[in-house]
């Protein structure tokens, strides 16, 4: 027994068999059998019943009871427990009503969210990975549990969707998040503990439309987003009764005539407008905060252990100068949701790609925004991905390199084998000499080199008339000298800071340095 989401429990009642209508007790689609449950934190586990009703449940050596509310929803909380790989059973009663869950184990649990590059499945219709049909046949593993969630959007908070957990099999890891998959996987490898995956992504999205309407509203600089939102609203609402008014006037004159024995009138060559929250189809119209009402909301208050987020493409197409409020914002918004202030975000760096319109402000724009988040929020960091990257598909193929960096960047930041909040050194300062610039980087492992040995690629250098121009560059213990002979009393350097750049910068481990800019001159 299943608690539905508030659209699809309205269109049940009337389907439904009466003894269905009377159950006692309902559980959220996020618990199940096949579930893993978040190791070493307090589980909370939640749904519906009558109100008064008493909810028992029982697992793991626990046994907690609670009360619904006035208005039908109960909420119990199971004390932190050990990782587990035996499977157990859980069972949730009240009244004439018994839920069991079987083959449950404890581990950590992992929300991995984002637009196109984030769904790109394993072995898809639309997308596959290297080597796709060798890895599906390989993914066996009873110690990793698989959620998708289904993609929606909606104008207010939902409670629940229709999805279940399920085991890892070739079967079921087709159309799953390739970057959480791989992910998964590699983590599952060097903790040996369970994992448990979470797939909420939904592609061509924007950011905005993943951020609490309650964070945009507090926040100054997405005040933009409520006003468009409102407009939005507004306009929607006089298409609507235009198009009312059209179809109606179009069916009193279709009445008439067929009264008189007339022939009918064409009908008008209307459609109904399309309602922001509601679209059917990922669009850059999407509703602020329309798709966490659906694929975000229903997961709160989860215990996870962290967020993997991979998401800008769509905002780098439009150049989005405050991209780096809205990811601030969204961060600091789904850890308020959770109250956990220090949730760890893992965040995936868009990768180059020709298709950008503007290639030296669009993608530029989100690489310096994630760079930022870094810097400036706790337990937050990010990977590298310009070596993966195909200039002319935003979609490459090589989501393996992801999950495998984004597993070594969890183990140093979140599970503390060592101090890395970057896998790509990240620009740190830069000290100004008479005639060349020497670059700084933080999370430079053993070294700087680069790929087959040439010199530094990608580099710019500007003087005091903002006119960049390619520069040398040299590698110089962990930092970088940069000059150029027609830049002569040099201010600023830029790296890897276009569309269709693939530098050849690396660390001792093969990562690539982060793109980055020493101004803050306007981007053109």
């Known amino acids: 027994?299943?608690?539905?989401?508030?659209?699809?429990?309205?269109?049940?009642?009337?389907?439904?068999?009466?003894?269905?209508?009377?159950?006692?007790?309902?559980?959220?689609?996020?618990?199940?059998?096949?579930?893993?449950?978040?190791?070493?934190?307090?589980?909370?586990?939640?749904?519906?019943?009558?109100?008064?009703?008493?909810?028992?449940?029982?697992?793991?050596?626990?046994?907690?009871?609670?009360?619904?509310?006035?208005?039908?929803?109960?909420?119990?909380?199971?004390?932190p427990m050990h990782a587990s790989s035996h499977p157990q059973v859980m069972t949730i009663s009240g009244g004439h009503t018994h839920i069991r869950f079987s083959d449950v184990l404890i581990g950590d649990v992992w929300l991995c969210s984002g637009q196109s590059n984030m769904q790109f499945p394993v072995d898809g219709w639309w997308a596959h990975v290297l080597h796709a049909r060798r890895e599906v046949a390989a993914a066996h593993n009873s110690h990793i549990a698989l959620l998708k969630i289904p993609r929606a959007n909606s104008p207010g908070d939902q409670r629940d969707f229709n999805a279940t957990w399920m085991r890892c099999t070739p079967t079921h890891i087709?159309?799953?998040?390739?970057?959480?998959?791989?992910?998964?996987?590699?983590?599952?490898?060097?903790?040996?503990?369970?994992?448990?995956?979470?797939?909420?992504?939904?592609?061509?999205?924007?950011?905005?439309?993943?951020?609490?309407?309650?964070?945009?509203?507090?926040?100054?600089?997405?005040?933009?987003?409520?006003?468009?939102?409102?407009?939005?609203?507004?306009?929607?609402?006089?298409?609507?009764?235009?198009?009312?008014?059209?179809?109606?006037?179009?069916?009193?004159?279709?009445?008439?005539?067929?009264?008189?024995?007339?022939?009918?009138?064409?009908?008008?060559?209307?459609?109904?407008?399309?309602?922001?929250?509601?679209?059917?189809?990922?669009?850059?119209?999407?509703?602020?905060?329309?798709?966490?009402?659906?694929?975000?909301?229903?997961?709160?208050?989860?215990?996870?252990?962290?967020?993997?987020w991979y998401q800008g493409e769509n905002n780098a197409w439009v150049n989005d100068p405050i991209y780096a409020a809205r990811l601030a914002a969204m961060i600091r918004g789904w850890r308020a949701r959770w109250h956990q202030p220090s949730m760890p975000f893992l965040l995936v760096q868009i990768a180059p790609c020709m298709h950008y319109p503007k290639p030296t402000v669009g993608e530029p724009i989100v690489w310096q925004a994630e760079q930022a988040a870094v810097r400036n929020l706790p337990q937050t960091g990010l990977i590298g991905t310009a070596d993966f990257a195909d200039l002319h598909n935003i979609h490459f193929p090589d989501k393996q390199g992801v999950g495998r960096r984004l597993c070594s960047l969890a183990l140093h930041m979140v599970y503390h084998h060592g101090r890395m909040r970057t896998l790509g050194p990240m620009f740190k300062s830069a000290q100004i000499h008479s005639n060349y610039v020497t670059i700084q980087f933080s999370d430079v492992y053993h070294g700087l080199k680069t790929r087959h040995g040439q010199a530094p690629n990608w580099f710019q250098i500007a003087g005091s008339n903002r006119q960049y121009l390619p520069a040398r560059a040299r590698i110089v213990g962990k930092t970088v000298r940069v000059w150029s002979s027609?830049?002569?009393?040099?201010?600023?350097v830029r790296f890897g800071w276009n569309s269709a750049a693939i530098p050849n910068l690396i660390d001792g481990r093969g990562d690539p340095v982060l793109p980055f800019r020493t101004d803050h001159w306007p981007l053109k």
């Open 1 to 79: 027994m299943r608690l539905l989401s508030t659209p699809l429990l309205a269109a049940a009642v009337l389907l439904a068999p009466a003894g269905w209508l009377h159950a006692a007790v309902r559980v959220a689609h996020i618990f199940g059998t096949h579930m893993v449950l978040q190791r070493g934190m307090h589980d909370p586990i939640w749904g519906r019943a009558h109100p008064g009703q008493s909810v028992t449940i029982a697992f793991d050596g626990q046994r907690v009871t609670t009360q619904a509310n006035a208005a039908g929803r109960w909420m119990a909380t199971l004390a």
């Open 174 to 308: 087709k159309r799953f998040s390739a970057v959480a998959w791989f992910f998964g996987r590699d983590l599952y490898r060097r903790l040996h503990v369970p994992i448990g995956v979470i797939d909420s992504s939904y592609g061509g999205t924007v950011i905005q439309s993943w951020t609490p309407m309650s964070v945009l509203r507090r926040t100054p600089a997405l005040h933009g987003d409520v006003v468009w939102f409102k407009k939005a609203a507004q306009r929607y609402h006089r298409q609507l009764i235009a198009y009312q008014s059209a179809l109606h006037r179009w069916q009193q004159a279709a009445r008439q005539a067929r009264s008189l024995g007339r022939p009918i009138p064409h009908r008008p060559d209307i459609h109904p407008p399309q309602n922001p929250y509601t679209l059917s189809r990922p669009s850059p119209d999407m509703a602020p905060a329309s798709i966490f009402h659906s694929m975000i909301f229903p997961l709160i208050p989860l215990a996870i252990r962290g967020v993997v």
């Open 486 to 492: 027609r830049v002569p009393h040099p201010v600023a």
